[in-house]
């Protein structure tokens, strides 16, 4: 991402937290105008009170965040620390104490180990440069990734450039800045005018965001603007400042989309669009009433169309606020149905619907028909996970004598009768599946997404550790079609779901499934533990393979499939207990290489290999009849479903590729969606796991 001239970011390792980066730079070579948007709880942090009352400013150089510890609610030492701190990093990056400003995030109640932080002040400024991705890691608490955005705009003859980054996963409510965010641009604009736009987008973004309802005591949003772009000086409304502030609010609007996103425990973007409204403030307060709803996420959580929570949850601020709305004359829709109008329910079919709602993002909809008001609010569902991360956060966290601040959650922190019987379950799965070959293929959403691509290499881990021996056959098409429009923009053309690829392709395949991809996965997996080794499929003919035709017998170009598997190969790195990660390239008899398709491969690995399971991690929850997910298919029920047509489309290859590999000797095939954390584990070690499992009669 291209970054504002002028700036520079640091994010280190401190000694807040035991290990992970906890202090973040944000730096001007010049000074800025500088403005903010701060949360509204009355029991604010001592770097919000500091920090508000000086903002908006002009002359400031720094923006210094820790994670780990809130320095809230710690009394006049909080802001006897707030001080001390700002000279102590002033001092280390050459300016005075009163351009440098503050923001805490993390534990309550607890005092910044001072002495920690200033003495990593130097190291902080030391570590100045381009990198804003370990600032934006530095900020991260309950976070499962890392929230960057830009943008580039012309005002007057200049370029102006525009970057945030950002954190927020829990304790966020809908009352201005709900989060922590940090904006730089090099824009020249006035303290006021840029504190004008920041309150105003937040206003419309973050001030529309819920994850939980319960408003942090650190909430901030903060801008620094440098005039290093050399623009027409913003210091009225009109044209430019109208460009500036409608850019800078969709970079906010990002930033509260992936917050929402990532929200403690979630499992769905949860987007709320009212229409209709009499007035501007109601359709706001409407939206988030409806996002916020504990039922209505819970709801969303389980897939439930439960069209009432919704109205009930409208009806009761309606009813609270003395609002001039009648919920009962509102349309309400679901992922793009109707199950609301006209005073009554609409006649649906639940389980198409139920089965939309189990995708990655939610969109629910109500029209009041009272007004031209329009509003959108974000939020996420609310899964187990929250409750757990919520409800253990004191158990499980602690703070030394030093002021590390740790995170305890191992078995030992939970009650003697789920030990047991996790214990017990735990150990009867891994006498089952000691030295069981298990062929995985990796692909899809779980290869995209940071914290699922972590939760993959630790289940693969947990896979070793129960005695099983994975093999992991990828895929990369997503990123293949990237590179390919990068290099040229050759639009890539598909048959039967195949892509064609010519020998000028097939060395870009090559270049990303073995060179990039594969080393990436084999990178993840060693931080693990996994002693994985990154192996292509012409690497000792491990696959070899001839030319593959279309079914009407079109050319595919260099597309192949397999004629034989290494298995001795294989038996050599399985016996030794590596991981090999096996890119889909085959070698032909010819010498060339051809492009395997990833699913084809593994299903040919797993007979080969005579695997007693095969994994497919796709981006659907497996096999779905009228909406609803079987979790468990004979061979011959699955050919029956392709017959009558309900398993159809994409789904029919793939599911015939499964009914192939267990006729020739595999025992059970494992479709589970990769979209979600840790299914790969919830799938193999439960007795009804949460994709589809296929087996022979």
């Known amino acids: 991402m291209k970054l504002p001239r002028g700036f520079s970011f640091a994010g280190i390792h401190a000694g807040i937290k035991a290990t992970r980066k906890d202090l973040a730079l944000l730096w001007s070579e010049v000074p800025c105008s500088a403005a903010g948007a701060f949360t509204l709880n009355a029991a604010c942090a001592a770097p919000v009170r500091d920090a508000r009352s000086r903002l908006p400013a002009s002359g400031i150089r720094a923006i210094v965040a820790n994670s780990g510890n809130a320095n809230s609610l710690t009394g006049t030492q909080g802001e006897d620390d707030v001080k001390a701190l700002r000279e102590a990093y002033g001092s280390a990056l050459g300016v005075s104490s009163e351009s440098v400003l503050l923001a805490s995030t993390g534990v309550i109640g607890v005092r910044l180990p001072v002495s920690k932080l200033a003495d990593a002040a130097p190291a902080l400024a030391a570590a100045r440069g381009p990198a804003i991705e370990a600032a934006a890691e530095a900020i991260m608490t309950t976070d499962t990734r890392i929230k960057l955005a830009s943008r580039r705009i012309r005002i007057g003859e200049a370029e102006v ?9 829990g304790m966020v409510a809908p009352e201005l800045a709900t989060m922590l965010a940090f904006i730089a641009t090099d824009a020249a604009i006035t303290p006021q005018m840029l504190s004008q736009c920041i309150k105003r987008a937040s206003a419309g973004t973050f001030n529309h965001l819920t994850i939980d309802d319960d408003m942090s005591t650190n909430d901030c949003a903060m801008a620094l603007a440098n005039g290093l772009a050399k623009n027409p000086l ?3 409304p009109g044209d430019d400042y109208s460009t500036f502030e409608e850019t800078f609010t969709s970079l906010c609007m990002e930033m509260a989309r992936a917050i929402a996103e990532d929200g403690e425990g979630a499992t769905k973007l949860l987007t709320v669009h009212l229409s209709g409204a009499p007035d501007e403030l109601t359709a706001r307060e409407l939206a988030k009433t409806v996002a916020g709803s504990n039922l209505v996420k819970t709801a969303v959580f389980g897939a439930d169309p439960n069209w009432g929570r919704i109205l009930a949850a409208l009806g009761g601020r309606v009813g609270s ?19 609301y109008e006209a005073g009554g329910p609409a006649a649906f079919d639940p389980l198409p619907l139920r089965a ?20 959108q609010s974000f939020g996420c569902d609310m899964s187990y996970d929250y409750i757990k991360v919520n409800a253990d956060y004191a158990s499980f966290t602690s703070q030394s004598a030093e002021g590390v601040v740790t995170k305890d959650n191992r078995l030992t922190n939970y009650s003697p009768a789920f030990k047991r019987t996790l214990v017990v379950e735990a150990l009867t799965y891994i006498s089952r599946f000691r030295d069981k070959r298990t062929v995985i293929k990796y692909g899809g959403a779980a290869m ?5 691509k972590a939760g993959f290499a630790g289940d693969v881990n947990l896979l070793l550790a129960a005695g099983l021996l994975p093999v992991v056959v990828h895929g990369g098409g997503p990123e293949i079609t990237r590179t390919l429009d990068k290099l040229g923009g050759k639009k890539s053309e598909f ?8 020998s000028d392709d097939l060395k870009v395949v090559e270049m990303v499934l073995t060179g990039k991809v594969n080393t990436e996965i084999v990178t993840l997996l060693n931080r693990e533990k996994a002693h994985a080794v990154g192996i292509s499929g012409k690497d000792a003919g491990l696959l070899r393979a001839k030319k ?7 050319d595919l170009g260099r597309v192949g499939e397999v004629t034989h598997v290494n298995i001795d190969f294989l038996d050599v790195l399985l016996s030794k207990k590596y991981v090999p990660v096996i890119s889909p390239i085959g070698l032909g008899d010819d010498g060339e290489g051809y492009n395997i398709n990833a699913d084809t491969a593994a299903a040919e690995i797993a007979v080969a290999l005579k695997a007693d399971k095969l994994i497919y991690i796709t981006d659907v929850p497996g096999v779905l ?16 479903r392709i017959e009558d047509g309900t398993i159809r489309g994409g789904m029919v290859a793939k599911v015939k590729s499964i009914l192939s590999a267990l006729e020739r000797g595999v025992k059970s095939v494992h479709m589970i969606d990769g979209r979600q954390p840790h299914t790969l584990i919830a799938e193999l070690f439960t007795d009804k796991g949460v994709g589809t499992m296929v087996r022979l009669d």
């Open 495 to 502: 048959i039967d779901g195949v892509r064609v690829t010519d």
């Open 321 to 339: 606020r003395h609002l001039h709305v009648d919920p009962l004359r509102a349309t309400v829709r679901i992922q793009g149905v109707t199950v």
């Open 161 to 169: 450039t525009l970057a945030a980054f950002a954190k927020g996963a």
């Open 234 to 236: 913003i210091d009225a």
């Open 548 to 554: 593959l035709l279309s079914d009407d017998g079109r």
């Open 356 to 375: 939309k709602m189990r995708q990655p993002e939610v969109l629910i909809e109500v029209h009041l028909g009272q007004g031209n008001h329009t509003a």
């Open 625 to 640: 009849v009228e909406g609803e997910l079987v979790s468990e298919l004979t061979a011959s029920e699955a050919r029956r």
């Open 448 to 452: 995209v997404k940071d914290s699922l």
